[in-house]
């Protein structure tokens, strides 16, 4: 879910099929269609891990 | 007395058409006339393509509105504020510049083909009752039936038929999903918050982000930011499917 600076929510459902990432925004009554490999890069940043030891 | 005369008549070479006979005359005469023809098909002026007469003398640069009537879907309207065109019914929000800049160009569309409607059974054309209308502005183009022979489809345009071919595509059937904006995120959004499944993110006053409940650096929180941005569907359909579980 988007919180946007207006005020206004952008609320998505997800859901991952075999090779597409579907985006539904129910307020809009729209599904966005994505290549699957979209998944990573929008729904699961990287996380730093604490304690990582310099090289 | 003769050896004199033929002692001073001129020798037969110098005047030939003395002794040529009507075959000759004749192929000389067509040779001739060849000539003269390739000389008027080299030297005559290029003719001036057929007049196409444009659909209207609107600007599209001048359109702010456009509304789509369809008799099988509902009817769409789109509204242009600084520059960016919206899909303001049934639903609201970005529209798709593609699409609509298709529907555009039927204003400055050009056909060579024109009708006087008074003068034609409209009925025959598929013009009685239109299925399918576009206003671009205060200008309505009413669709008719397309000819299966040149595929050329006939618009009214007040009280004009022309003939026009390459209408914008799918005109009939596509649904109000088809003509939103690809783009995931509005560019104009400004974002202050975003919760994924996992994490997550607030953006502070001064445009610093943090994180909960892990620890994500600023530099890749900003780039999962311009992914989101930068994310467009390569289709967009209806959400109104209650077996799809999310």
């Not at chain 2, 509204?79 to 204003?107: C, F, H, Y």
């Amino acid at each position: 879910m988007f919180k946007l600076a207006d005020g206004q929510q952008m609320l998505f459902k997800v859901r991952t099929a075999e090779s597409e990432l579907i985006l539904a925004r129910p307020g809009l009554g729209i599904a966005y269609h994505l290549l699957v490999e979209s998944t990573n890069l929008l729904l699961h940043p990287p996380i730093s891990v604490r304690g990582d030891v310099a090289p | 007395m003769h050896y004199t005369q033929a002692r001073h008549a001129p020798p037969l070479a110098a005047v030939p058409w003395k002794n040529m006979k009507g075959r000759a005359w004749l192929n000389l005469g067509l040779v001739v006339l060849l000539t003269v023809l390739a000389l008027i098909a080299w030297f005559k002026p290029s003719q001036p393509p057929p007049a196409k007469n444009l659909l209207t003398a609107l600007h599209s640069g001048a359109i702010n509105s456009v509304r789509i009537q369809r008799a099988k879907q509902p009817t769409l309207e789109f509204e242009q504020q600084n520059r960016q065109w919206n899909l303001i019914s049934p639903m609201q929000t970005s529209g798709n510049d593609v699409r609509i800049g298709a529907l555009l160009n039927l204003a400055t569309k050009a056909s060579d083909t024109h009708y006087n409607a008074a003068k034609l059974k409209l009925a025959k054309y598929g013009r009685a009752k239109p299925q399918i209308s576009v206003t671009l502005s205060a200008r309505r183009f009413a669709f008719g039936d397309m000819n299966p022979v040149d595929s050329r489809c006939s618009v009214s345009v007040g009280n004009t038929i022309p003939l026009i071919s390459d209408d914008p595509v799918d005109l009939e059937t596509a649904d109000a999903a088809a003509y939103v904006t690809p783009k995931v995120i509005p560019s104009r959004s400004k974002i202050n918050a975003l919760a994924l499944p996992n994490v997550e993110l607030t953006r502070a006053e001064d445009g610093q982000w943090t994180s909960s409940p892990d620890k994500i650096s600023q530099v890749k929180i900003e780039a999962l930011i311009e992914n989101w941005f930068e994310a467009q569907a390569y289709q967009l359909t209806a959400h109104e499917k209650p077996s799809i579980r999310y």
